[in-house]
Nanobody, 116 residues
């Protein structure tokens, strides 16, 4: 079992920045992928950014968001710059084991609100 705890988030004006942090604990040696997803009201949960042996970003955040992963501390941060109202969502920290089980874990979620 892996436990994910998020911090950061809040409410900002469009154009401002926020940084989300997530720390993993438990059986972290099994974790291969860490990253962030988000879910806006009335929409499905979507990938924001993940980091493993490669880095993946959603098209909508490329050039504005940067994911940082510290393997020694079992943390993954999301630096969000030039925020837009459409970035408003609950952001979830995410982790996935590698072979053989590929089990997925989710944090409790943290609100990010961007005002016009």
């Amino acid at each position: 079992q892996v436990n994910l705890v998020e911090s950061g988030g809040g409410s900002v004006q469009a154009g401002q920045s926020l940084r989300l942090s997530c720390v993993a604990s438990g059986k972290v040696l099994s974790v291969n992928v860490m990253g962030w997803y988000r879910q806006a009201p009335g929409k499905e949960r979507e990938l924001v950014a993940t980091r493993s042996s490669y880095t993946e970003y959603a098209t909508s955040v490329k050039g504005r968001f940067t994911i940082f992963r510290d393997y020694s501390k079992n943390t993954v941060d999301l630096q969000m710059d030039n925020l837009k109202p459409e970035d408003t969502a609950v952001y979830y920290c995410y982790a996935k084991n590698g072979f053989p089980d590929f089990f997925q874990y989710w944090g409790q979620g943290i609100q990010v609100t961007v005002f016009p």
